[in-house]
C-alpha cells in the first residue's frame, strides 16, 4: 500500500516543497524515516505512533518505510509530523482519501494527537501557495500568520481528528477569521518624538538623511549627549511599511520563532539593539541549526549597535559584508543559505574609555596611549562603509526646558517622504541613493563643473579614499532631494562633507585628543 502527501522545508526564507512517501508492507513489524533526517525527524516516528493510537485511529502492525523527497536534501523540524501521519493513513485507511496535489501538511503532533504550533508557517505556506496547492492545512495556532497567504484555502487544525476532517471537506475554511491585510496592528504607534531631544540638530539632521537616502549613521559623543534617543526615533522616519515589506519582515520572524497568538506578524518597522556581548552567529545568523541574525530581523528597518566599541571584533569585521551586498551567506555543511538584511546601521560610540574626551564640562582621565588603544579596536575599512559620522557635543543647561524644541518626527517624516519620491521618479524604482552601485550613481547623480572641483579638492585635501567620495556624491544627492533640489549644488556638497570628513581626516586610531 503506497501514498503520498505534501509539505515543504526551510532554505533560508524560501520554502522547497517536499514530498512524503509511505509504503506499507508485509514483514516485521517496523517504522523506518528515510531522506537525510535530523534526529527530530527521527523521533517523529514514536510521536505519530502514539498520536495515531490515542486518537484511536489504529496504528498499523506492519512494516513502513517512509521517503521525504528530495532525498539529497538535508531536512529538520517537527512541522513534517503531520505530512507523515495523513500519509500514513492515507495508505492504510480506505475511508481516509484525497486528492494528493491538493493539499500541504504542516504541524508537530503531540502525543494526544493535538496538533502544535511550529516556527516557520508563513515561509512554508507561501511556498504551498506557489506550487499551487489548494488546500494549506497548518496548526490553528498558527493560523493569523499563515493568512498572509493570498490564493490557497488555508485551514487551522488542533487535532489529528481535525485534519482528516479538512481533507473531506467537513472542517470549514478559518483563514477568514483571522485576515492579516484587514487586521490592524497591536503594535501601539510610537509615542517616541524627535521633538523630545533637546539640541543636537546636527545628529537629528544626519538621522533624517539617513532615513531619506538609505544612509549608516555613526554618532560619537560622551554618555548622556542623546545618542541612543537619536537611535530609537528613527525608524519613525521611515514610510509605512507596505504589504509585501510585512510579508518578507514576518517570515524572517516566523523562521526565528518570534511570533506568537498576541503578535502573528509584522506591521512596523523593526528596530534591533543587540547587546555588545552578542555572538557572531546571533548577530550575523548561522549556528547548527541555521537561523537569521539581528541583521535579518532588522531588515527594512534599524540595527543599533550602541558602545559599538564593546562588541567583538569578529562581529564588527562580519558586517563588512552584509553592509555593503544587504544580504548574508551562511554556508554550513555543504549547505548555503541566503538572508536578506538590508537595514539602516546606526552605530554609537564614546569618544574615549572613560566617555569625556573633548568634554568641555567634564575632564578625560584616559592616557594617549588608552585612547589609541580604544580607537583602534574599530577598524578603518568598516568606519569607511558608514556614510554619515556625527560629532555630539553635550547639550547645554540653558538648551533644555520644559518646552519640546527643533525639528519634531512629523516635520521631518514630511522631508523623508519628499525625498523618497524624488529618488523613485528619478531611478524608476524603489531605489535609495546609499543603496546606489557606482555605475549607477554616475549615470543618474549628475554635477556640475563647480561641483566636480568641490570634490577633487575634498579628495585632495583630506586625502579620501574614492569610496569615500563616492559616498561625498550619494550624500550630496540625498541633502538636494531632501531640499527638493533636482539639481546637487557646492552647498548639499559642503554639508555631505561634514559628515564624512571627522574620520577621513582623524582616523580611527589617531583621532584628535584636544580638550582633555
Same mark, same amino acid.
Given at each position: 500500500m503506497f501514498a503520498r502527501t505534501y509539505t515543504a522545508f526551510l532554505s533560508g526564507i524560501q520554502g522547497r516543497m517536499t514530498a512524503v512517501e509511505t509504503y506499507i508492507s508485509n514483514g516485521l513489524p517496523g517504522f523506518h524515516i528515510v531522506g537525510l533526517t535530523d534526529t527530530v525527524i527521527k523521533e517523529s516516528a514514536e510521536r505519530i505512533r502514539a498520536a495515531i493510537n490515542s486518537s484511536n485511529l489504529g496504528f498499523p502492525i506492519r512494516r513502513i518505510a517512509v521517503n521525504l523527497t528530495p532525498a539529497d536534501r538535508r531536512k529538520s523540524g517537527g512541522h513534517y509530523d503531520l505530512a507523515i501521519a495523513m500519509s500514513l493513513l492515507k495508505a492504510a485507511r480506505d475511508d481516509i482519501d484525497f486528492v494528493e496535489e491538493d493539499f500541504a501538511f504542516f504541524g508537530e503532533l503531540s502525543l494526544d494527537g493535538s496538533i502544535r504550533g511550529v516556527p516557520g508557517i508563513l515561509p512554508l505556506a507561501m511556498c504551498a501557495e506557489e506550487n499551487d496547492i489548494k488546500n494549506i492545512i497548518v496548526p490553528e495556532e498558527n493560523i493569523c500568520e499563515a493568512s498572509f497567504v493570498k490564493n490557497s484555502r488555508v485551514i487551522g487544525v488542533s487535532c489529528l481528528w481535525d485534519a482528516i476532517d479538512a481533507v473531506k471537506g467537513r472542517l470549514s475554511n478559518m483563514d477568514s477569521l483571522c485576515e492579516i491585510k484587514n487586521r490592524k496592528s497591536k503594535e501601539k504607534m510610537s509615542e517616541l518624538d524627535f521633538s523630545q531631544v533637546f539640541g543636537q540638530e546636527t545628529a537629528k539632521r544626519a538621522a533624517l538623511l539617513a532615513a531619506a537616502g538609505g544612509h549608516d549613521m555613526l554618532m560619537m559623543g560622551s554618555p548622556g549627549v542623546g545618542k541612543s534617543m537619536i537611535a530609537r526615533r528613527l525608524p519613525g522616519l521611515l514610510p509605512a511599511m507596505t504589504y509585501e515589506e510585512c510579508r518578507e519582515v514576518t517570515k524572517i520572524y516566523s523562521i526565528a520563532g518570534l511570533l506568537d497568538r498576541e503578535r502573528p506578524a509584522i506591521f512596523e518597522r523593526p528596530f534591533r539593539k543587540p547587546h555588545g556581548s552578542v555572538s557572531r552567529a546571533a548577530l550575523i545568523g548561522g549556528g547548527a541549526k541555521i537561523r537569521p541574525g539581528e541583521i535579518s530581523l532588522a531588515h527594512l528597518g534599524v540595527l543599533f549597535l550602541d558602545e559599538l566599541n564593546t562588541f567583538q571584533n569578529d562581529c564588527l569585521e562580519a558586517l563588512r559584508q552584509p553592509v555593503e551586498e544587504r544580504k548574508v551567506q551562511i554556508i554550513r555543511n555543504r549547505e548555503s543559505v541566503?538572508?536578506?538584511?538590508?537595514?539602516?546601521?546606526?552605530?554609537?560610540?564614546?569618544?574615549?574609555?572613560?566617555?569625556?574626551?573633548?568634554?568641555?564640562?567634564?575632564?578625560?582621565?584616559?592616557?594617549?596611549?588608552?585612547?589609541?588603544? $580604544?580607537?583602534?579596536?574599530?577598524?578603518?575599512?568598516?568606519?569607511?562603509?558608514?556614510?554619515?559620522?556625527?560629532?555630539?557635543?553635550?547639550?547645554?543647561?540653558?538648551?533644555?526646558?520644559?518646552?519640546?524644541?527643533?525639528?519634531?518626527?512629523?516635520?521631518?517624516?514630511?522631508?523623508?517622504?519628499?525625498?523618497?519620491?524624488?529618488?523613485?521618479?528619478?531611478?524608476?524604482?524603489?531605489?535609495?541613493?546609499?543603496?546606489?552601485?557606482?555605475?549607477?550613481?554616475?549615470?543618474?547623480?549628475?554635477?556640475?563643473?563647480?561641483?566636480?572641483?568641490?570634490?577633487?579638492?575634498?579628495?585632495?585635501?583630506?586625502?579620501?579614499?574614492?569610496?569615500?567620495?563616492?559616498?561625498?556624491?550619494?550624500?550630496?544627492?540625498?541633502?538636494?532631494?531632501?531640499?527638493?533640489?533636482?539639481?546637487?549644488?557646492?552647498?548639499?556638497?559642503?554639508?555631505?562633507?561634514?559628515?564624512?570628513?571627522? $574620520?577621513?581626516?582623524?582616523?580611527?586610531?589617531e583621532m584628535s585628543v584636544k580638550n582633555r
Open positions: 541566503v538572508f536578506p538584511a538590508d537595514f539602516i546601521l546606526v552605530c554609537a560610540i564614546n569618544p574615549c574609555l572613560c566617555g569625556y574626551l573633548g568634554n568641555d564640562e567634564r575632564i578625560c582621565q584616559c592616557t594617549e596611549t588608552q585612547i589609541s588603544s $580604544f580607537r583602534r579596536k574599530l577598524s578603518g575599512p568598516l568606519l569607511d562603509r558608514i556614510d554619515l559620522h556625527v560629532t555630539m557635543a553635550p547639550v547645554k543647561y540653558e538648551e533644555i526646558g520644559g518646552r519640546r524644541n527643533g525639528m519634531g518626527t512629523n516635520t521631518m517624516k514630511e522631508k523623508v517622504l519628499l525625498a523618497r519620491r524624488m529618488q523613485k521618479e528619478r531611478y524608476g524604482e524603489n531605489l535609495l541613493n546609499g543603496r546606489l552601485d557606482d555605475d549607477l550613481a554616475r549615470e543618474k547623480i549628475k554635477l556640475g563643473k563647480g561641483e566636480v572641483n568641490f570634490i577633487k579638492e575634498a579628495g585632495a585635501g583630506f586625502g579620501m579614499s574614492v569610496r569615500s567620495l563616492n559616498k561625498l556624491i550619494r550624500i550630496g544627492r540625498t541633502v538636494a532631494d531632501v531640499e527638493g533640489s533636482f539639481d546637487v549644488r557646492v552647498e548639499h556638497l559642503a554639508e555631505a562633507l561634514s559628515y564624512r570628513s571627522f $574620520f577621513d581626516m582623524y582616523g580611527s586610531g
